[in-house]
């Protein structure tokens, strides 16, 4: 307890009075340097009394302070229900010291704000959004003057989002009113503190706090089958132990599905961010009074919210991610110097590898880098309009010193440049000179942006069929993508869209379709190359009992190999890329991550797109692409393009295939609200948005899609270095039949990569139509054979099944008189005129077959333009563009119109 | 009678013994409107007039017919067009003489055109093509003509083998019903008549031409037979009877 010593008798006092009796080595360390007044980071296990660490010194200060109004000290953390925990322990505190305290955030009620702004409280907890909101209202910014220390909780959820590229600059917003104030950030464990550091206070010098968490966790893998059933019995048997255990899933679908099946037991609640603020607040009750003994949650549960003792954590499939498991497990044995236990029940082959993996590297300490949002052009439009909102008019300049003190803008002035000019485009603002005005739009559309992160409207999608609501995607995703016609994927059915109106998608079921369209689910969690390669290299070592020593694990991933190999599959590992040819296209088993996995499959689809001019549909996870292909394009083709990827080239061939997929557009979409072309509440109807969307190319909006789809959503470094070890030979590229592993994996991300230009789609559409068109066979030797039949059904050298000629005059349904004429024995001059041309139509069919039929069936294509057709000499795609051509002239004379 | 395609339009030339450049639903003014609906961009008149002026000079047409819907807001003149809209007419009038067929959205465009530019909303035959907007009900004086409307927007969606690929916007060529259109009396011998709707000149509007169809608004696509409905792109490109799409949308 020395540590508290150096703190104020009435603080001291305090810490005593609450039963404090040991201090935890993340408060003993950071207790005197934060009372020093120094810019701190705090990095500990969540229970480790991080939020005590700040805030004793800082009671200390605020008790010295005169109590002159404003807000003396900013609590930020990422959720509002954070920020309800954490006031419900500060009040005992701050009443005992005689200082106020006050939450702000979406929730707080009128009455309560208003009393903020005339009585602000000393120490205020809020969120990063409501900070923004603090600088609209003249009696609030005066309020922010007095601020002496800005507190930071969770700053790991911030720093490598967008949300907290906003923050950082908010922070230098302050600045300006309140000078230097003291910086506290709390943070998980992560692979790199000084980033997050830097994020936090900019150039300005720091110390930094850390407190290992590894040493404290125990963390065992254990295998529980890919059937649902058997899973959740051997949950449920692991739940009859005494003690609360929170059982973390990956998605929302996963903790329902669990909840439901666990319903019985009596003693279980489901957490997630889907359900009201209600239920979730009575499940964290009931769990923390003891009523119930397990809660499912998703990351909600991640962060700090107390609820009480936690004796287990048990993770149901693969974390994804070392620093995921890190802070899951960590919330178990809730006290010091505890170890914290933890299961992970791996559900597959893919799953159980990477969970060894990841199990590992936690123990090792190895944790993912938090990479920060650098020159977010969205945040920065964000910003501008609400500093021109703050300030009515301003400075350039003043802005540009306002960016420069974070950390994250590298040549700020040249991008403000960009982004002002794009505003002003949207009339967000006015540029005068050197000057940025705000607009009667401003404080509008502040109002629906205080937020970066993406608040989606959702869009109903209405069954014609069944009558009912189906589902709702979001509506980026349908604006920038969906319209009526397409199929695309929902609660995993086909769904036809009919009609996109009155803010609702109207569908129909549909079948099979050889092409499956973008669907986001909820963003995936992505697995890091480097657990991907590792999980490869145990395919390839078989070593498994360096990872585990259960015998029910090492049992089921040895069976598993030993069963590809007696199929004779190629097993994929760290140093082999298998391709393998099934009904939808081909299956590259690359172990490579999300990411990198992402940008290698784009690469590859547009390579495939542009070559055979089709559009390649792309599904992937961690472990496989799957590249869905017209049927005469196989694995051997891919291998081709595999082996002769150039690295330097990739970055640009993945700039050129993103314009035109449904991801792009989709983000588009967001970032264009953010620069206020696009209201939160915009009406879609009756215009193309897509071509709406063109009016962004060239444009700061469209490079700030470039920018987060590039350094967020992939990874070109990885697939590049792939690309690499396949020139050097480290990579070796084979193909084998169609696999357990092949097969294996929920695919869960989707999108189309379309050919560079359109034609090939007019030219299918055009094969399609000359296939169905009707045809009349005539035989113009015994001139007593006439059959009507569909393209599609002439072999390629029609014959006569009466004379055996094959001398064939192929008709249009309206030419089939015709023939009737040629039959009579007496003829006119222009009867003759038709035999003739009869004649020249059936000495094509003669010498080119079927070929003379296709080209004879195009509209308005007589004998003569056939003949030019077929001298050509094209086959394939040019031929049918030369049917093109001719039907173009055709429809340009008077004959078609009249 | 021939017509060329002008794929940057979309725009059509129309040459008998005059030659007409065609071109409709320009929607001057779209983007005010476009604000009040939450989407707000500049205007983007310049670009769109220059587009259409750029088409002029290369096309050399005796006159200009604008099939309608020339500005955007109903019913009143918003402030853009009412800055923009008289210089953007003076332009056109500059080059070539223009023949206008009002359409609905067309309120109080009168005040900016000048007498003998202004035609019958119904429509008019002129050199043999019938022209008109494509809201009301045609002039019988059109029956038996090729009748060009704008109105409809028209756009084509088409996929490949996997999925969807082009989105452009067409033509759609059909024969009408004379006697539901009111231009003919029942049993009256009567010549064909056949109706292009021709795309939009405005780069956002677009419309499914399968809803056009499905669902039709106007008098005009209410009576077309659907058997004999053809579709053009705006370049010219055949794409074929409608029937022979329709089983794309059922696979």
């Known amino acids: ?898 | 009678m021939n017509l060329e395609f002008v794929g940057d339009g979309p725009a059509l030339v129309v040459e008998d013994k005059l030659r007409f450049l065609i071109a409709a639903d320009l929607h001057f003014g779209i983007e005010a409107d476009l604000a009040q609906h939450g989407l707000h961009f500049r205007s983007r008149s310049k670009d769109r007039l220059e587009r259409l002026l750029a088409i002029i000079d290369r096309t050399d047409p005796d006159g200009l017919v604008l099939l309608g819907d020339v500005k955007h807001s109903i019913p009143t003149l918003t402030r853009q067009e009412y800055y923009e809209l008289p210089r953007i007419l003076a332009t056109l009038r500059d080059r070539v003489p223009l023949l206008v067929f009002p359409g609905n959205h067309d309120t109080g465009i009168e005040r900016y055109l000048v007498p003998g530019e202004i035609f019958a909303r119904e429509g008019a035959v002129i050199d043999g093509v019938g022209y008109l907007h494509g809201h009301m009900y045609p002039s019988p004086s059109l029956a038996g003509h090729l009748m060009i409307a704008g109105h409809h927007h028209p756009l084509l969606t088409l996929r490949d083998r996997v999925g969807c690929a082009l989105q452009s916007p067409a033509y759609l060529r059909a024969g009408v019903n004379n006697v539901a259109l009111r231009m003919a009396e029942q049993g009256e011998a009567d010549a064909p008549t056949r109706v292009l709707f021709m795309p939009a000149f405005n780069e956002i509007a677009g419309y499914d031409l399968f809803q056009i169809i499905r669902n039709p608004t106007s008098p005009l696509s209410r009576h077309i037979n659907s058997d004999d409905t053809e579709i053009i792109l705006a370049d010219g490109t055949y794409i074929g009877p409608l029937k022979t799409l329709i089983p794309d949308e059922s696979d």
């Not at chain 1, 990569?753 to 005539?778: G, H, K, M, Y």
């Open chain 1, 1 to 898: 307890m020395k540590a508290i010593e150096v703190l104020d008798p009435k603080v001291q006092a305090c810490i005593r009075k609450r039963g404090f009796t040991l201090l935890s080595d993340a408060q003993k360390e950071a207790i005197p340097l934060i009372l020093r007044g120094d810019h701190t980071l705090l990095i500990a296990p969540t229970g480790t009394g991080k939020t005590e660490s700040a805030m004793f010194p800082v009671f200390n200060a605020l008790l010295t302070m005169p109590s002159d109004g404003g807000f003396k000290a900013l609590y930020i953390t990422p959720l509002r229900s954070l920020n309800r925990d954490i006031l419900s322990r500060m009040q005992w505190w701050c009443s005992e010291l005689g200082l106020t305290v006050g939450v702000r955030h979406g929730d707080t009620p009128m009455a309560e704000r208003r009393k903020q702004a005339l009585y602000p409280p000393d120490l205020l907890i809020t969120t990063p959004e409501t900070v923004q909101a603090l600088f609209m209202g003249k009696r609030l910014r005066h309020h922010l003057a007095s601020v002496r220390f800005v507190i930071v909780d969770e700053i790991h959820e911030l720093a490598g989002s967008k949300r907290g590229a906003q923050l950082a600059v908010a922070l230098e917003r302050l600045h300006v009113y309140a000078g230097e104030f003291q910086r506290i950030g709390l943070s998980a464990t992560v692979g790199n503190p000084q980033d997050i550091a830097r994020f936090l206070c900019g150039e300005r010098p720091f110390s930094l706090v850390q407190v290992p968490v590894a040493k404290n966790l125990k963390i065992d893998v254990r295998y529980v089958g890919d059937d649902f059933r058997h899973q959740t019995e051997v949950l449920s048997q692991m739940l009859k132990r005494e003690g609360s255990t929170l059982v973390f899933v990956n998605t929302r679908v996963t903790a329902e599905a669990l909840g439901h099946a666990l319903f019985e037991r009596g003693d279980v609640e489901v957490h997630h961010g889907s359900l009201s603020k209600e239920v979730r607040i009575d499940a964290e009750e009931r769990f923390k009074r003891g009523e119930i003994h397990t809660l499912i949650c998703t990351s909600s549960m991640e962060l700090g919210i107390d609820i009480g003792r936690i004796d287990h954590v048990i993770q149901f499939g693969s974390p994804r991610e070392v620093a995921r498991l890190v802070q899951r497990v960590g919330r178990a044995g809730h006290q010091l110097n505890t170890v914290s236990h933890g299961t992970i029940l791996a559900t597959g082959f893919d799953d159980l590898l990477e969970s060894l993996v990841i199990a590992k590297k936690a123990r090792a300490n190895e944790l993912e880098e938090v990479i920060a949002e650098q020159n977010a052009a969205d945040v920065l439009a964000n910003q501008v309009a609400a500093i021109a909102v703050e300030y009515g008019e301003i400075e350039r300049q003043k802005i540009v010193d306002i960016l420069c003190r974070t950390s994250l803008f590298r040549e700020p002035a040249l991008l403000l440049e960009d982004v002002c000019r794009q505003m002003e485009e949207h009339r967000l603002i006015r540029l005068d000179g050197s000057r940025i005005i705000t607009t009667a739009r401003a404080r509008r559309y502040l109002a629906g942006n205080l937020s970066m992160i993406h608040d989606e409207r959702k869009v109903p999608v209405f069954d014609m069929v069944s009558r009912r609501t189906v589902g709702t995607l979001d509506e980026s995703f349908v604006v920038g993508w969906v319209h009526t016609g397409v199929v695309f994927i929902t609660k995993g059915q086909l769904w036809r869209v009919l009609e996109i109106a009155d803010g609702k998608l109207t569908v129909e079921p549909a079948k099979k379709v050889s092409g499956e369209l973008p669907s986001w689910e909820g963003e995936q969690i992505p697995v890091p190359f480097s657990v991907a390669r590792e999980a490869g290299a145990i395919r390839r070592s078989r070593r498994i009992t360096d990872y585990t020593s259960d015998p029910d694990n090492v049992a089921y991933a040895g069976q598993f190999l030993v069963e590809m190999d007696k199929n004779r599959s190629l097993v994929p590992t760290d140093r082999l890329i298998s391709l393998e040819n099934t009904d939808d296209g081909v299956v590259c088993n690359v172990c490579a991550g999300h990411k990198a996995n992402e940008a290698l499959g784009r690469v590859l689809s547009v390579l495939i797109s542009a070559r055979y001019g089709t559009t390649v549909g792309l599904e992937l996870d961690a472990y496989r692409i799957l590249l869905r292909l017209p049927f005469d394009i196989r694995a051997a083709d891919v291998r081709d393009l595999l082996l002769s990827l150039d690295p330097a080239h990739m970055p640009g061939i993945i700039r050129l295939s993103l314009k035109r997929t449904a991801l792009f557009k989709w983000k588009l979409v967001q970032i264009a609200k953010k620069f206020g072309a696009v209201d939160p509440d915009a009406d879609y109807e009756k215009i193309s948005i897509i071509r709406l969307l063109e009016f962004f190319d060239n444009t700061i909006v469209q490079q700030e899609a470039f920018r987060e789809l590039l350094t967020g959503y992939m990874d070109i470094e990885a697939a590049s270095a792939i690309a690499r070890q396949i020139k050097t030979g480290e990579m070796s590229v084979g193909i084998g039949p169609h696999s357990l592993i092949g097969a294996g994996g929920l695919l869960s991300s989707r999108d189309q990569i379309p050919p560079p230009t359109a034609d090939q789609a007019i030219l299918s559409t055009l094969r399609r139509r000359l296939d169905q068109d009707d045809v009349f066979l005539c035989c113009m030797n015994c001139r007593d054979w006439k059959s009507k039949t569909v393209v599609s059904r002439i072999p390629d050298h029609p014959q006569c099944p009466k004379c055996g000629a094959r001398l064939i005059a192929a008709l249009k349904p309206y030419e089939e008189d015709s023939f009737t004429m040629v039959k009579k024995s007496r003829k006119t001059s222009e009867e003759r005129a038709v035999e003739q041309r009869l004649m020249k139509n059936a000495n094509m069919v003669l010498s080119s077959g079927k070929k003379a039929v296709i080209a004879l069936s195009g509209r308005g294509v007589g004998p003569e333009n056939a003949s030019r057709i077929l001298a050509t000499l094209t086959d394939g795609d040019a031929f049918y563009r030369e049917i093109l051509k001719a039907e173009r002239n055709f429809i340009q004379t008077h004959r078609y119109w009249t």
